[in-house]
């Protein structure tokens, strides 16, 4: 069962299956570190880590399941020339819920948002919206981790490494949701790009669900394109902040 580990063919895998992983784990990442915003530090936290122990346990079940996930892939019925099977099906679903999740975000930071109110007191609410976020959070999980684990089959001769390679990619997204979280917090306008980010990719899983596949590696060039620009505009912001406060401070002397 072991044998694997003194095979140079699959560490090579091993390492090119946790890259992949990564890469399609980056939509949970920005997705997560989105709707932990408005939770207080020590539960969003919490939300991180149950969110991310969700998508581990979600990924390392569905390996464990591959001929029902590849079942998935079986037609359910014909539509405009498309045979629909419930993978399409859960990806559409995603898709439309993040693109809804994304525009009503986009909505409440553009108009600005009341704070709602807390009839039974605000503990209650507190565990409310900590509970909405963690459902919303492992419910996006189920569509990632579908697309993730049926992209990833076949990479991998033995499911060791599928799992070795699904825990050391959800320990990194784990890693990074703080630091990224931290950074939306602190510059608001990432913010919008974030969810931009997020409407782009919910379009993508509707597409794809649709059968019109939009290749990854635009959407994330596309991405990395804009994150790029969006650190010059932080970079030129601070420095502009600090000239001014440079100024007001020999004004004052």
Same mark, same amino acid.
């Given at each position: ?5 003194? %095979?140079p ?10 890259a ?15 709707v ?23 990924r390392?079940? /569905? ?15 014909s ?22 999740k ?13 704070? &709602?109110e807390?009839?039974?007191? &605000? ?7 900590? *509970?909405?976020v #963690? ?10 981790? #579908? ?10 001769e ?12 959800? %320990? ?7 630091? /990224? ?13 974030? /969810?931009?980010?997020?409407?782009l ?17 635009y ?8 994150? *790029?620009?969006? *650190? ?5 912001s ?7 406060a ?8």
């Open positions: 069962m072991l044998d694997w580990i003194t %095979s063919e699959a560490w090579a895998a091993l390492v090119t299956l946790t992949m992983e990564i890469i399609l784990g980056i939509d949970n990442v920005v997705f997560i570190s989105l932990v915003q408005k939770l207080p530090p020590a539960q969003a936290l919490r939300a991180r880590q149950v969110g991310l122990s969700a998508a581990l346990i979600l390392i079940a /569905l390996l464990f399941a591959l001929t029902w996930l590849i079942g998935l892939q079986q037609s359910l019925f539509a405009f020339g498309h045979d629909f099977s419930w993978r399409d099906i859960i990806l559409m679903a995603g898709g439309a819920f993040l693109i809804a994304a525009t009503q975000e986009m909505h409440g930071a553009l108009e600005g948002e009341d704070e &709602p807390a009839d039974d007191g &605000p503990g209650a609410y507190a565990q409310r919206a900590f *509970m909405a #963690v459902v919303q959070v492992i419910l996006l999980d189920l569509v990632f981790s #579908v697309d993730s684990i049926l992209t990833a089959i076949g990479m991998a033995h499911l060791a490494i599928m799992v070795l390679a699904v825990i050391i990619a959800v %320990s990194i997204m784990f890693a990074a949701s703080g630091p /990224l979280s931290a950074f939306i917090a602190a510059h608001p306008t990432t913010k919008m790009l974030a /969810l931009a980010f997020l409407v990719i919910g379009v993508t899983l509707v597409a794809d669900g649709f059968g019109a596949h939009i290749s990854k590696g959407i994330y060039a596309a991405m990395a394109f804009s994150v *790029m620009v969006e *650190m010059l505009n932080v970079a030129a601070g420095r502009r902040r600090r000239r001014i440079a100024r007001h401070a020999g004004e004052q002397q």
